[in-house]
């Protein structure tokens, strides 16, 4: 795929490290990954091959020394801060707005495509989540963040000379978000909560959400860096037809029942009241729209997907004990 080395940002996460092992498919090896040295991330690392790993907590002028001494070919920057909680502007600007520029400006000056992700929190509870119409309407600080860069590169995008495209990415879920926490996919979360305590606990909300499977995106990203047919810009990357928490839950319920771990679905879905300091900053719908014909083709079908990767959860976790 490449010549010079493909800097991965974010490599040791759930999207980097599928990613990562997508470009370790096509034959190439030659990566350096910039992360932290989470050691609940590691796992992902271990059937990956790559040449580099830098550490991105401390700062930028240790990255651009250690980057100095290669001549990349391409930036793939997915790291970010993702916690939506985070309430501290300057953690939040500095992950994710100062650390992009960083490497926007990276691949300008070396006249090499970069390919980003971007998030459908920008569009907050906007009734609609289309680039071209502007609906944008961040809600928390970490929408912001994503949003700041996505400003920053259409109002400077006719100057580049390199290919930059961002990627919005709305709900991804797939193997190797273990390690996320409150921040992992719902269909994640909603599996640990009946292996962990026996039942989910439902926000009583209508909550609809927009889903894409992890290897789906991981594909996009690799065909957008290939076809330069795809122009500078930024686009979404999601499903196209949103599935309700109550239809996730269900799904997991349903999928621990065919598993034998549970004789029925009664009682492991609860619903609970919405806490009221998250009414007004959560995302109530989210829908992709005005894909690209690429995009869609490569992310339809997720509610099969997202029962496959259910019951491979359940049957990873329950192998030895059902």
Not at 64 to 90: F, K, T, W
């Amino acid at each position: 795929m490449s010549k010079g080395p493909i800097i991965v940002t974010g490599g040791a996460g759930f999207l980097g490290s599928n990613l990562i092992r997508k470009i370790n498919h096509y034959g190439e090896k030659n990566i350096i990954i910039i992360d932290n040295y989470d050691d609940a991330k590691f796992r992902n690392l271990k059937s990956l091959q790559f040449v580099d790993y830098i550490n991105y907590t401390k700062g930028l002028d240790s990255i651009h020394r250690q980057l100095n001494r290669y001549s990349p070919s391409c930036i793939m920057h997915i790291g970010a801060n993702a916690d939506v909680l985070v309430r501290d502007p300057e953690i939040m600007m500095e992950a994710n707005f100062e650390h992009s520029k960083y490497y926007l400006q990276l691949a300008l000056d070396n006249k090499i495509p970069m390919i980003y992700a971007s998030s459908s929190a920008v569009y907050g509870n906007s009734n609609r989540s289309n680039v071209e119409e502007k609906s944008e309407d961040p809600h928390n600080i970490y929408a912001w963040s994503k949003w700041m860069f996505d400003h920053y590169v259409l109002n400077n995008i006719a100057s580049f000379a390199s290919r930059v495209v961002g990627l919005r990415l709305f709900n991804i879920f797939g193997m190797g978000e273990f390690h996320k926490g409150k921040n992992a996919s719902l269909p994640y979360r909603f599996f640990s909560f009946i292996r962990e305590k026996g039942f989910i606990d439902l926000f009583d909300r209508e909550i609809k959400r927009d889903y894409v499977w992890v290897e789906d995106v991981a594909d996009v990203f690799i065909d957008v860096l290939n076809y330069d047919s795809i122009r500078n810009g930024i686009y979404n990357l999601g499903g196209g037809n949103p599935i309700s928490h109550e239809m996730v839950a269900n799904l997991v319920a349903d999928a621990f029942v065919k598993r034998g771990v549970y004789q029925s679905t009664s009682g492991l879905v609860t619903k609970v009241a919405m806490p009221a300091d998250l009414i007004h900053n959560f995302q109530f719908h989210t829908k992709a729209e005005n894909l690209l014909e690429m995009i869609s083709r490569r992310s339809a079908g997720n509610e099969e997907k997202m029962k496959n990767y259910i019951s491979e959860l359940i049957n990873i976790s329950y192998e030895s004990k059902v």
